[in-house]
C-alpha cells in the first residue's frame, strides 16, 4: 500500500495515519494513497470505524504549495479534483469516520478533518486556513463545509484573517466535538471508535446516509465553483508573485 498514507486494522477500527513528516503536506501522493486506503477500509467487512490521524504531533500543515507552484494549470486542477474526489470518498463512507487531531491541522489538513463524522483534538491543537496568504483558496470543500458546521461569520473570519484559533476556541464554536489530553489523542479515538463499533452497524450506517443525503446537490455544485475559480486565482497570483511562474504555466 501508498507509503504517504499507513494503513493499520485494530480489532474493528481501521486506522488511515498521514505519513509525510515533518509537516504531513498535502500533495498529489497523499490524496491518491487517501482515497485508496479510504476504499480499502470501506470495503473491508470486519471493520466498522475509520480513523485519521497524522500521530501525535502533527495532523497536516496543509496544501504542499511548492509542488502545486510548480505546476501546470492542467495538473493544478487535476489535483483539486483528486482532492474533492478523495474526500468525498471520504465524507461519503457508510462507515464511521473519526479525526484524530495533534498539533497543525492547517489548509487542506482542516479539509480532510471536516471530511470526517467526528473530529477529536489533542489540547496542543491548533486550526486554521492560510490559504488566501497564499493567493489561494480552500479548494477541496471547506468553503461549503466549514460554513455549514460553524456559520458564516466565524467560517470568513477563519479564511479571511488567515489566523490559527486553538483547540479550545475549536470546541467553543463546534469544530471539534472533544479536546484531550497532549499525548492521548490515539488513545481518545480508540476509545471513541470502539463505542461507535458497539452500536448497531445498520443503524449507524442508516443514520449515516440519512445525514448526508441532503446535502448532496448544493455541495456539488460548491465543489464546480471552486475548479472555475482556478482561472481567476491564477491571474491574481501572477501579479502578487511576478517573479513566479506558478499557476500560470499550461
Request: glycine share 8%; aromatic share 6%.
Amino acid at each position: 500500500m501508498p507509503k504517504e498514507v499507513v494503513f493499520a486494522k485494530h480489532g474493528r477500527t481501521v486506522v488511515l495515519t498521514l505519513n509525510r513528516p515533518p509537516a504531513n503536506l498535502v500533495n498529489r501522493a497523499v490524496l491518491t494513497a487517501l482515497d485508496s486506503c479510504v476504499e480499502r477500509a470501506v470495503a473491508d467487512k470486519d471493520a466498522r470505524v475509520i480513523v485519521v490521524t497524522g500521530g501525535d504531533r502533527v495532523f497536516s500543515e496543509g496544501l504542499d504549495t511548492a509542488e502545486f507552484d510548480t505546476m501546470t494549470a492542467k495538473e493544478q486542477r487535476g489535483l483539486v479534483l483528486l482532492g474533492q474526489k478523495a474526500l468525498w470518498r471520504l465524507e461519503h463512507s457508510p462507515k464511521p469516520t473519526i479525526a484524530a487531531m495533534a498539533g497543525k491541522v492547517f489548509g487542506a489538513g482542516l479539509e480532510i478533518a471536516l471530511a470526517c463524522d467526528v473530529r477529536l483534538a489533542s489540547e496542543d491543537a491548533q486550526f486554521g486556513h492560510p490559504e488566501i496568504s497564499q493567493s489561494l483558496i480552500p479548494m477541496f470543500g471547506n468553503t461549503y463545509r466549514l460554513e455549514k458546521l460553524i456559520g458564516r461569520s466565524r467560517s470568513r473570519s477563519l479564511i479571511f484573517f488567515c489566523e490559527p484559533i486553538p483547540a479550545w476556541e475549536a470546541l467553543e464554536i463546534g469544530l471539534v466535538g472533544r479536546v484531550a489530553p497532549q499525548g492521548a489523542i490515539l488513545e481518545e479515538a480508540r476509545i471513541a471508535a470502539g463505542r461507535i463499533a458497539s452500536q448497531p452497524e445498520n443503524a449507524v450506517q442508516t443514520a449515516k446516509v440519512a445525514m448526508l443525503r441532503g446535502d448532496e446537490r448544493e455541495f456539488r455544485e460548491a465543489l464546480d465553483g471552486v475548479v472555475e475559480s482556478l482561472a481567476g486565482l491564477r491571474g491574481w497570483k501572477q501579479r502578487a508573485n511576478p517573479g513566479r511562474r506558478s499557476l500560470n504555466r499550461e
